[in-house]
T-cell receptor, first 114, second 114 residues
Framework: AQSVTQLDSHVSVSEGTPVLLRCNYS??????LFWYVQHPNKGLQLLLK??????LVKGINGFEAEFKKSETSFHLTKPSAHMSDAAEYFC????????????FGKGTRLSVIA | DSGVTQTPKHLITATGQRVTLRCSPR?????VYWYQQSLDQGLQFLIQ???????AKGNILERFSAQQFPDLHSELNLSSLELGDSALYFC?????????????FGPGTRLTVL
């Protein structure tokens, strides 16, 4: 079975400072891991995904995430926050094969202060 | 804009009623996924269709059903509605079947059951 835990329900940063959104996962198989972003009243947009290739994954809008198997973590980072980054972020896990559904974390709300 | 369209945008109905939500995937995408997002349950995978056939099933209630038509659009039918069914329902699509493919989300249908 797969599960994902987003360690912070809310993160607040100042504009221009680094962003760290934490995610731990549990998976019986080699996982695929995703980060999605949801802006208010919008659908979800894929930021990046890991599927057993390079452990450091670069995504859109300057975000990146590092897959650490030993720590079962997939934290999302960005060197410098922008006001437009304020949104809800979801960490998602799936088994690498088979028809196991995607499992979403409960989300982390990122606030960016001017 | 992801290319996935959902109608209607908002739906208000009464308990016991039946509604149909519609989704048109991106051009060329064969898979359609349905998700429910509520405050208490978070984002949950409901069901996936691939080229007209059911491919994977998640936490979908028996009162809910879905289908994918030959033109690849999909409908989610919700019947005997309860107050707890009030939620945002998202459709997503991907090119192929594997559930680890990048999924592109529509803007969602907000269902309110009174």
């Amino acid at each position: 079975a797969q599960s994902v835990t987003q360690l912070d329900s809310h993160v607040s940063v100042s504009e221009g400072t680094p962003v760290l959104l934490r995610c731990n996962y549990s998976s019986s198989y080699s996982p695929s891991l995703f980060w999605y972003v949801q802006h208010p009243n919008k659908g979800l947009q894929l930021l990046l995904k890991y599927t057993s290739a390079a452990t450091l994954v670069k995504g859109i809008n300057g975000f990146e995430a590092e897959f650490k198997k030993s720590e079962t973590s997939f934290h999302l980072t960005k060197p410098s926050a922008h006001m437009s980054d304020a949104a809800e972020y979801f960490c998602v896990v799936s088994a690498f094969s088979g028809n196991t559904p995607l499992v979403f974390g409960k989300g982390t709300r990122l606030s960016v202060i001017a | 804009d992801s290319g996935v369209t959902q109608t209607p945008k908002h739906l208000i109905t009464a308990t016991g009623q039946r509604v149909t939500l519609r989704c048109s995937p991106r051009s060329g995408d064969l898979s359609v996924y349905w998700y429910q997002q509520s405050l208490d349950q978070g984002l949950q995978f409901l069901i996936q269709y691939y080229n007209g056939e059911e491919r994977a099933k998640g936490n979908i209630l028996e009162r809910f059903s879905a289908q994918q038509f030959p033109d690849l659009h999909s409908e989610l039918n919700l019947s005997s509605l309860e107050l707890g069914d009030s939620a945002l329902y998202f459709c997503a699509s991907s090119v192929e079947g594997p559930i680890t493919d990048t999924q592109y989300f529509g803007p969602g249908t907000r269902l309110t059951v009174l």
